[in-house]
Nanobody
């Protein structure tokens, strides 16, 4: 019914930048909060950044000032601009969204498939 498709991961040197994008498609009535999570090897999944439907944002302390989350409501997309990347940012990054479905009106949480970000020289 609903898919979240991520793009933009890859390998980058320390200090470099990457931009992640996530597009939601399907039987969507509205999208509430959207966010990015990450999971490093052997670690728990953690929130990186979140943006509400009205544009309010919050960030993990470790990325504040380096990452910027934004959304395009007309195209059901959320982006994560990552600057000054560090080796400890290496992880699989997952898109997340709370979406209300057309027809049923049910509110469900959805996850993307994940995209690998590797920061290494």
């Amino acid at each position: 019914q609903v898919q979240l498709v991520e793009s933009g991961g890859g390998l980058v040197q320390p200090g470099g930048s990457l931009r992640l994008s996530c597009a939601a498609s399907g039987t969507i009535s509205s999208i509430l909060g959207m966010g990015w999570y990450r999971q490093g090897s052997g670690k728990q999944r953690e929130l990186v950044a979140h943006i509400g439907s009205g544009g309010s944002t919050n960030y993990a302390g470790s990325v504040k000032g380096r990452f910027t989350i934004s959304r395009d409501n007309a195209n059901n997309t959320v982006n994560l601009q990552m600057n000054t990347l560090k080796p400890e940012d290496t992880a699989v990054y997952y898109c997340n969204a709370f979406i209300r479905l057309l027809g049923t009106g049910s509110l469900n949480q959805y996850w993307g498939q994940g995209t690998q970000v590797t920061v290494s020289s």
